[in-house]
C-alpha cells in the first residue's frame, strides 16, 4: 500500500516544538523574500521615474501638477517608499508622455519615444505646396524638432515662424536647390549642402529650380533655466 507524503503542518506535529519553529521560520522567511522583493520592485519603478523627469527637466510640482498626482505621493513613490498603483503610474507616464512600460522596464535604460511614420504631423501650404512632416517625437519637453520639407519647382514658402531667442536651425538639402532669406541674410544651398543659423526670426525658402526641393530642418531650442 502506498504511504501518503505528510504535509507541513503534520510533520510539524510529528517533530514537536521544534518541528513547528522551523515551520514559522519557513513561513517568515517566505513572506520577507516577498516583501523583499516588493521592496526592490518599488525602488526600481521610482528610480526610473525620477531619471524619466529629470532627464525631461521636470520639477517634483511640475510632474505632479501634469499627472494629477500630490507632489508628496510623487516623491515618496521616487524614493521608493511606497509602490504606484496602475492608475497612478499610468497618469505618471502619461505626464512625462512615455509608455508605462518603459517605466517598468527600468533595467532598459532611459525611455524611447517612438512615432509612427502614420503619426508624424504633415502639413501642406495649399498656395506654395510646401510640404511639412515633424519627425521627431512630439513632446513639451523636446529639445530638438527634425522637420522634413519638400517645395514644388520656382515656389517660394511664406514666412516660417521664428522661434525663442537663442533657437538654434540647421539645415541640410536632400535634393534640388533652395535659396534662403533670414532677417537680412540671404543664402543658396543645393544638394549636400548644410546651413546653420539663428532661429528667432522669421525665413523663407525659394525653389529656383526645376526639380523639387528636399530638405531637413533640424530646430534646437536653447537651454532650459533649471528647475528646482
Excluded: C, Y
Excluded at 533595467?107 to 501642406?124: C, L
Amino acid at each position: 500500500m502506498a504511504s501518503k507524503t505528510p504535509t507541513t503542518k503534520q510533520a510539524a506535529r510529528a517533530a514537536g516544538p521544534i518541528g513547528t519553529a522551523l515551520a514559522v521560520m519557513r513561513t517568515a522567511t517566505g513572506l520577507a523574500s516577498q516583501a523583499g522583493d516588493a521592496l526592490k520592485a518599488a525602488q526600481t519603478i521610482g528610480t526610473t521615474i525620477k531619471a524619466t523627469r529629470e532627464l525631461q527637466d521636470l520639477s517634483l510640482a511640475e510632474l505632479a501638477r501634469r499627472a494629477g498626482v500630490p507632489k508628496a505621493v510623487v516623491s515618496r513613490v521616487e524614493a521608493g517608499l511606497t509602490s504606484p498603483t496602475a492608475v497612478m503610474l499610468a497618469k505618471l507616464a502619461e505626464g512625462m508622455t512615455v509608455s508605462v512600460s518603459s517605466l517598468l522596464l527600468g533595467d532598459m535604460g532611459p525611455p524611447v519615444h517612438i512615432q509612427q511614420a502614420a503619426e508624424q504631423p504633415f502639413f501642406k501650404d495649399p498656395k506654395s505646396g510646401l510640404v511639412r512632416r515633424t519627425l521627431s517625437p512630439v513632446s513639451p519637453d523636446a529639445a530638438v524638432e527634425i522637420v522634413h520639407n519638400t517645395l514644388p519647382p520656382r515656389r517660394t514658402t511664406p514666412h516660417l515662424a521664428a522661434h525663442a531667442v537663442g533657437t538654434q536651425q540647421h539645415m541640410v538639402v536632400l535634393a534640388g536647390r533652395i535659396e534662403v532669406k533670414s532677417g537680412k541674410r540671404e543664402f543658396k544651398l543645393a544638394a549636400g549642402d548644410a546651413a546653420q543659423f539663428a532661429g528667432h526670426l522669421e525665413h523663407i525658402v525659394h525653389n529656383p529650380g526645376p526639380r523639387r526641393a528636399e530638405w531637413l530642418l533640424v530646430i534646437v531650442a536653447p537651454p532650459r533655466p533649471a528647475r528646482r
